[in-house]
């Protein structure tokens, strides 16, 4: 490997991107040597030994291709030439490997093209190794599905704790979801990176489950297009990696306008993120921390968090100031009412294995109304190789094999098809009106003016609804470790720390998270998956 990787003592299953990228262009790797050796990890890890279970299909034609690029090292024009990289299989793919969403009613389904963040990886030289595993659907599906499960792929399992699971046989600490088997590959040493999308969370929930950096980037810095969508109003695709700098260096790559997405048109980015990756970053910045001491029972986002992760999230903020941050503390106006007023509907939960079978689920009025129309839309412009060519086709094989496709039923499913499918409701309209009224104009906008913010720092995932509903982006980093899950004990798993901020400002906190990252240095691998 190279120099760097030499220097951090690892071979590939702790190498980061950069540190691929330079072994490269040193020539001490090659495109086939990396590409084999990932695929050996996949065999040992993810097949074999604690059986992972991330990635859902190797690439048929992987080593084909790698053998294509050994001579080719990376550039400026391909700065990721040779460099293994799995995608969600949400993502479209124009070549031998399907694109399901995770669903047996699309196990035959592939692409009629490669979706355009796909082409511009490829564009870039990247090996696409294979397609991740996630929640099926993204997790709109069903409610209270597992995440990182699917009818097709099965469970996902958690690197730092695999073989813990509940009464019903569901782990007891999961991946995160829905982009778990993006973010368990890389925590596992299976890619030198990969690509996961979120609507709310899916990008953030498997990062701090992993212990990653990602970016959950502004709606419209990366296209949409040829991804198997819940909500216009929210998707995005975003890169898991290992460090703040590998983020930066697969952001320059993905973000771009793109004719076939509408909402790239406005985009605003740098030349290269990582220009702005500074160890000093933190100093004269004023970070939001929504948890106002005289307001303790508005304190949702820091105040319910078990004795452990208070303990990470207070050396966190010491880290912060530390570096010459300036914190503000302070309560979000709105948060208590995210989802709130009009913005959620009533949806009766008869997953059999939920804990709360029977009782009402309050699922995303938008997501729902936007799930119809937009999936149906993917269907009929962009999957080959398959019949089903609507919601209700899907809807209607799940019923046909029951037993294996619906194991936690099909609740959201059912309650979006039962929606028009052309978004002409008041109630829909209404709904997406109140989102973006709440989290972004009371919200977000209100609480980083009034204060003079840079950014707002959330716990893990905790944060991930009132900067998705207003489109706005986010970076988690590795911040330490807790443990258990409600009255379980649980070895150790990671927790993270996410910075957020206004439209197109995913330059300022990559900045941010670098200097913290740099000067906390918290990410651990997971244990028992060791070089080959």
């Known amino acids: 490997m190279a120099k760097s990787t030499r220097r951090n003592r690892s071979g590939v299953e702790g190498a980061s991107l950069a540190g691929v990228i330079e072994a490269l262009s040193e020539g001490t790797a090659t495109a086939s040597g990396l590409a084999r050796a990932y695929l050996a990890r996949i065999k040992a890890y993810d097949r074999g030994g604690p059986k992972l279970n991330s990635v859902r299909e190797v690439n048929p034609d992987a080593l084909k291709l790698a053998a294509r690029l050994d001579g080719v090292k990376p550039s400026p024009r391909q700065p990721l030439a040779g460099v293994p990289i799995l995608v969600k299989d949400n993502i479209a793919t124009g070549d031998r490997q399907h694109t399901t969403a995770g669903s047996l009613a699309l196990a035959s389904a592939r692409a009629r093209d490669d979706a355009p963040v796909v082409k511009r990886l490829r564009d870039a030289g990247a090996l696409i190794l294979g397609k991740a595993n996630l929640t099926e659907f993204a997790n709109i599906l069903a409610i209270d599905m597992p995440a990182g499960y699917s009818s097709l792929g099965g469970q996902v399992r958690n690197p730092y704790v695999p073989k813990l699971v509940d009464d019903r046989g569901i782990p007891v600490v999961l991946p995160g979801g829905s982009s778990g088997g993006s973010a368990v590959a890389v925590a596992a040493g299976l890619c030198a990176a990969a690509i996961g999308t979120e609507t709310s969370g899916s990008l953030l929930s498997p990062a701090t489950q992993n212990g990653l950096v990602t970016v959950k980037p502004t709606v419209g810095l990366i296209s949409r297009a040829g991804i198997l969508p819940i909500s216009h109003s929210q998707d995005t695709a975003g890169p898991l990696t290992r460090t703040v700098r590998d983020s930066a260096i697969l952001l320059n790559v993905m973000a771009a306008r793109d004719p076939l997405d509408p909402a790239t048109r406005p985009m605003k980015r740098p030349k290269d993120y990582t220009a702005h990756l500074d160890k000093d ?252």
């Open 281 to 532: 970053g933190l100093k004269g910045a004023r970070i939001g921390v929504p948890s106002d001491p005289d307001d303790p029972l508005n304190d949702i986002y820091f105040g319910k968090l078990p004795p452990r992760a208070k303990a990470v999230m207070k050396k966190a903020l010491a880290v912060l100031e530390d570096c010459g941050a300036t914190l503000v503390r302070a309560s979000i106006p709105t948060a208590g009412w995210i989802g709130g007023p009009g913005t959620t509907m009533a949806v009766l939960n008869r997953n059999p294995l939920s804990r709360g079978k029977g009782n009402l689920a309050t699922p995303s009025v938008v997501f729902l109304y936007e799930l119809k129309r937009d999936l149906n839309r993917y269907l009929s412009d962009w999957a080959v190789g398959t019949k089903i060519r609507t919601m209700a086709d899907i809807i209607a094989f799940n019923r046909r094999n029951e037993k294996k496709a619906l194991r936690f039923g099909q609740d959201l499913f059912l309650a979006a098809e039962a929606t028009r499918g052309d978004l002409a409701e008041l109630e829909y309209r209404s709904a997406r009106a109140m989102d973006l009224k709440s989290a972004k104009v009371l919200g977000l906008d209100a609480y980083m003016a009034r204060h003079k913010l840079d950014a707002v720092l959330f716990p893990g995932v905790a944060g991930c609804a009132i900067a998705a509903k207003a489109g706005y982006p986010s970076v988690q980093v590795p911040a330490g470790f807790t443990s258990g899950v409600n009255d379980r004990k649980t070895p150790d798993y990671p927790l993270g720390l996410t910075f957020t901020g206004r439209a197109w400002s995913e330059a300022t906190l990559l900045r941010l998270a670098y200097a913290y990252e740099q000067a906390s240095m918290m990410r651990r691998p997971p244990p028992g998956l060791s070089a080959l």
